[in-house]
């Protein structure tokens, strides 16, 4: 089964491949260790056979979409519990 991305998805790689291939007009093979296990890259694109353009910090790579999964967005603070920036009063020195 294939994951779905959205191009600008913000990635992780979880496992690492055998080989990397570059995602340029001639695309290379690169050893593994170009990236390392948990690197979080960005989707550039989807390209032919299943792969994903991933910019990655040394570079863009064809990732097949099982070695990634989507990193989720940090919990967004604004919340009905959320902390307003005027000071704390209390009940006592309303009266």
Partial sequence: MTKEFKVGDRVRLIA??????????MPMLRPPDV????EEGTILDRRPGGYWG???ARGAF???SQYLERVEDAPHTATN???????FS??????
């Fill in 35 to 38: 990236v390392k296990l948990d």
């Fill in 54 to 56: 991933v910019r990655f």
């Fill in 62 to 64: 064809l990732m097949d």
């Fill in 90 to 95: 209390s009940p006592e020195s309303q009266a």
């Fill in 81 to 87: 519990g959320e902390q307003s920036s005027q000071p």
């Fill in 16 to 25: 690492l491949p055998s080989y990397i291939k570059t995602a340029e007009p």
